[in-house]
């Protein structure tokens, strides 16, 4: 016969008591008082990042048990974008990418296959092996499902201005590169022609970022501001170019070339073409997006007639001058001088064309 528990030892109470205690909310009249240790202090880093992954699942309603207006759990729903983006793979790829129990997986494969909705076929090359993909109903199955995320995703995004949009993307980017697994695939990421709004971008971001990469002041991004309307207004599309690097819809670099001019007549130097404004977000460093920008500049150069490059910069831009110098630039002078806060060193760099 199973032995009466002892209620009236505290000690070995129910859970169901001591948390009726805790709270405040137990029926006993009468007896100890059970208090808890307050944790110690957190770490204020990883209270934050707990912060934010409990509001962020809460705000795109990983909570439900199942995504609204369809039968599929959030699980399930992964697996058939998955099998829809991926055309062929087999549980074992999905286990691994996914990081899912196998055995967890096997169930969740079982359920779409008894709902006719992902198909299996022997490989080829290994008996052993099944590729799965989507059967024609697993593909309507999936495209109310993919409809609904994109117009989640719209409802999400619509009530933020523009720029508040590029820095909530900037944001995502930066965390999926500094927490994800960066050797599965390779970044995809393109250059285009600047935009409305593009021209805003490049001032806002060489401030910022120098500002806190090197201390310098608001004098520096009002130069950049300043330099950035010149292009605008003396724009010539014939002879003069700017390159926006992008990363999954997120702007992440930028570069000028326009003709060179005297400093003190604004007259254009004949045969010279100036790089300007080579900047590249941290995020997107290491991804080889500032080399590829310099050497944009020089392909267009040399397509436009310039027989050389000249650019400015300051010895402290130490990763713009490994660019350079590999690219084949030299320096050819360089002074000191005190400017956007800082005693600096500026250089003078050229490459030959013809």
């Not at 100890?32 to 240790?37: A, C, D, E, F, R």
Request: net charge positive; with cysteine; proline share 4%.
């Amino acid at each position: 016969m199973r032995k009466q528990l002892d209620t009236t030892d505290p000690s070995r109470q129910p859970i169901c008591c001591l948390w009726q205690s805790f709270i405040g909310k137990s029926t006993r009249p009468s007896g100890p008082v059970i208090t808890m240790k307050k944790p110690a202090s957190l770490n204020p880093r990883i209270e934050a990042v707990r912060r934010f992954n409990r509001f962020y699942t809460h705000r795109i309603g990983v909570l439900h048990e199942k995504l609204a207006a369809t039968r599929f759990s959030l699980t399930e729903s992964r697996l058939l974008w998955e099998l829809a983006h991926r055309g062929r793979t087999t549980a074992a790829e999905l286990a691994r990418d996914l990081d899912l129990d196998p055995g967890y997986l096997s169930r969740l494969l079982r359920v779409l296959k008894d709902g006719k909705l992902i198909r299996s076929e022997r490989s080829a090359d290994d008996a052993r092996h099944l590729h799965l993909s989507l059967s024609a109903a697993g593909k309507r199955a999936f495209a109310p499902l993919d409809r609904q995320s994109q117009a989640d995703v719209e409802g999400l995004l619509a009530p933020l201005a523009e720029g508040d949009q590029r820095t909530l993307l900037r944001a995502m980017t930066e965390i999926e590169s500094l927490l994800g697994e960066r050797s599965r695939r390779a970044p995809s990421w393109l250059l285009r022609p600047p935009t409305s709004g593009d021209i805003g971008w490049v001032v806002e971001r060489h401030g910022a970022l120098y500002a806190r990469e090197y201390g310098w002041d608001l004098r520096f991004e009002a130069l950049v501001a300043r330099i950035a309307a010149d292009f605008v207004d003396v724009f010539d599309s014939s002879r003069e170019a700017c390159w926006i690097a992008e990363r999954d819809g997120v702007n992440v670099g930028c570069v000028f070339l326009v003709q060179a001019r005297d400093d003190q007549t604004a007259a254009i130097i004949a045969g010279t073409a100036q790089l300007r404004l080579l900047i590249v977000e941290p995020a997107a460093r290491g991804l080889g997006i500032g080399a590829r920008l310099v050497d944009e500049c020089e392909r267009f150069a040399r397509a436009k007639g310039y027989r050389r490059i000249v650019l400015w910069t300051n010895s402290v831009l130490v990763a713009a001058r490994a660019i350079y110098t590999k690219a084949g630039y030299g320096l050819v002078k360089s002074e000191p001088h005190e400017s956007f806060g800082h005693a600096l060193v500026g250089e003078t760099w050229e490459l030959t064309l013809a």
